[in-house]
């Protein structure tokens, strides 16, 4: 896919999800709603889905709405590129992963990945967005560019 179409997917998905989630304040439905239109609209998008910031367990994520195959249950701060996400709260594009220090193997399948952090409109990180492909070098940054600018316009309005 080159730039002008993914380019033109995400403007597509961005107005899409714009119109579906207008008004809506429960974030569990947001984030079941962004992984299902983001999934089905990008064919190269194998694991697509939300890591919460656990409320309870300080410093750690728990799965969320997603879509795809079995995602891990629990991914601690700082570990794999879902939790140096989190520790950091900048955006991590992996063109191979299994050279990413410590990546956590969810479902071998997965060859490259992109994550964002999620803040609500304090500011505050109540999530990390996880994408996994089948393909190395599946992402660039185009993806994270847009998922950022998705991920703040449905959370932190």
């Not at 809506?24 to 889905?49: H, I, P, Q, R």
């Not at 492909?133 to 993806?143: A, L, R, W």
């Amino acid at each position: 896919m080159n730039a002008d179409q993914k380019n033109a997917l995400y403007a597509d998905a961005t107005k899409e999800l714009a119109s579906i989630t207008e008004g809506e304040t429960n974030v569990t439905a947001l984030m079941a709603t962004v992984s299902c239109v983001l999934a089905e609209k990008f064919d190269y998008y194998f694991w697509t889905g939300f890591y919460i910031v656990d409320p309870i367990k300080q410093n750690e994520l728990v799965v969320g709405p997603y879509q795809g195959t079995l995602g891990c249950l629990r991914i601690p701060f700082g570990r794999g590129v879902c939790g140096t996400v989190a520790a950091t709260q900048k955006s991590c594009v992996v063109d191979d992963v299994h050279a990413f220090p410590g990546h956590i193997a969810c479902d071998s399948r997965s060859n490259s990945e992109v994550v964002v952090p999620v803040f609500d409109r304090t500011g505050a990180l109540i999530a990390v967005f996880d994408v996994d492909s089948v393909e190395t070098g599946s992402f660039d940054d185009i993806d994270k560019t847009a998922l950022e600018a998705i991920m703040a316009q449905v959370f932190a309005r």
